[in-house]
C-alpha cells in the first residue's frame, strides 16, 4: 500500500508565505514525477509546478517566481514553497506522485488527500 500525506495548508495573509509537505509511505521501489495541483471552488484542478527525478521543474505562469518545488528522494517527500501568496493562490493542494512499488514492474499514479490554502486579502 503506498499513500501521499500532505501538511502545511492554512491561512495567511496576502503577501505571506507557507510550505506544503507531501510524504509518500509504503512499499515504494522508486518515484518518477512528483507534482503539485490545486483546485479552487468551482474551478477545475490545475497542474502548479511538477518535479522530474532529476530534478527538472516547472511551473504555470501564475506562480513563477513565487513559488518553488523540491523533492528528497532519501525521504520520499515533495514539498512546495509558496511566497508572496496572492487570494488567487486560495485553493486546496494536492500532491500527485508516480511511483513504482516494490515487486510491480510498471509505475502508477498517486494522489494525496488535499491541503487547504486560504490567503486573505
Known amino acids: 500500500q503506498v499513500q501521499l500525506v500532505e501538511s502545511g495548508g492554512g491561512l495567511v495573509q496576502a503577501g505571506g508565505s507557507l510550505t506544503l509537505s507531501c510524504a509518500a509511505t509504503?512499499?515504494?521501489?522508486?518515484?518518477?514525477?512528483m507534482a503539485w495541483y490545486r483546485q479552487a471552488p468551482g474551478k477545475q484542478r490545475e497542474l502548479v509546478a511538477t518535479?522530474?527525478?532529476?530534478?527538472?521543474?516547472n511551473y504555470i505562469d501564475s506562480v513563477k517566481g513565487r513559488f518553488i518545488i523540491s523533492r528528497n528522494d532519501a525521504k520520499n517527500t515533495v514539498n512546495l514553497q509558496m511566497d508572496s501568496l496572492k487570494p488567487e493562490d486560495t485553493a486546496v493542494y494536492y500532491c500527485?506522485?508516480?511511483?513504482?512499488?516494490?515487486?510491480?514492474?510498471?509505475?502508477?499514479?498517486?494522489w494525496g488527500q488535499g491541503t487547504q490554502v486560504t490567503v486573505s486579502s
Open positions: 509504503g512499499t515504494i521501489y522508486s518515484i518518477n514525477g
Open positions: 500527485n506522485a508516480e511511483i513504482k512499488r516494490a515487486g510491480y514492474v510498471t509505475a502508477r499514479s498517486y
Open positions: 518535479i522530474t527525478n532529476g530534478g527538472t521543474t
